[in-house]
Structure formats: structure tokens, C-alpha cells
Nanobody, 125 residues
Framework: VQLQASGGGQVQAGGSLRLSCVAS?????????AGWFRQAPGKEREFVAA????????HYADSVSGRFTISRDNAKNTVSLQMSDLKPEDTAVYYC??????????????????WGKGTQVTVSS
């Protein structure tokens, strides 16, 4: 599975951004979970959000729950992350990811099967 993310940028605290990721090749997109991780300078890559293949199950990190919304469109092989009420601590490179495991089990970056290239999100105070 190849993943291509887009939508990063710079925004002031309290603002919003939407990330999108298009999947191609390999597994049927609706058969795999998809989601996002992020990595800030000097820190490990951390889980942000995941959605099941059918789109009916979502899973969020506590730090973004209530502010970020993940969704997918299997007809377009896309997964999106709507980010609202952004904070400076959300600044990071965001990575699209896909995996055969359940969306509810996503925690560690080491267990993920497929990665896209990152997109930078910068939130200024």
C-alpha cells in the first residue's frame, strides 16, 4: 500500500487544518485500518487517530480527543484528519499510516505496516 498525505501548513493557535491521505496499490483499502501518527522534533513518533476499514470505529489519543476527527472515504481510497482548536503542542510532522490490525489496537508506531511521507503542521501561539 502506498500512501500520500497532503494538507499540512501553518496556523495560529485555535485554528483548524485538514489533512488528507490517498492510498494506492496493494490491499483493498476497505480491508485495512488507516490513521495518523505525528512526530515532534526530538520526540518519538506518537499515535494520533485511527479508523477501521468500514469507518464505523474510531480511536483517538487522549491529547487530541474532542478536537480532531478522523474519517475515510473508501470509494476514493482516502482518510482525512480534521484538526480543530489547534495548540502549539500539536506542532509536528504528521504521518499517514495503514495497517491490518484493528483500529482500536493502534498505539505503537513500531507495529504499523505501511507509512506515507510526512506533512508538516506548525501551530504558532
Amino acid at each position: 500500500v502506498q500512501l500520500q498525505a497532503s494538507g499540512g501548513g501553518q496556523v495560529q493557535a485555535g485554528g483548524s487544518l485538514r489533512l488528507s491521505c490517498v492510498a494506492s496499490r496493494g490491499r483493498r483499502f476497505s480491508d485495512i485500518s488507516a490513521g495518523w501518527f505525528r512526530q515532534a522534533p526530538g520526540k518519538e513518533r506518537e499515535f494520533v487517530a485511527a479508523v477501521s476499514g468500514s469507518g464505523d470505529i474510531t480511536h483517538y489519543a487522549d491529547s487530541v480527543s474532542g478536537r480532531f476527527t478522523i474519517s475515510r472515504d473508501n470509494a476514493k481510497n482516502t482518510v482525512s484528519l480534521q484538526m480543530s482548536d489547534l495548540k502549539p503542542e500539536d506542532t509536528a510532522v504528521y504521518y499517514c499510516a495503514a495497517d491490518t490490525s484493528s483500529a482500536k489496537s493502534w498505539y505503537s508506531a513500531h507495529a504499523i505496516d505501511w507509512w506515507g511521507k510526512g506533512t508538516q503542521v506548525t501551530v504558532s501561539s
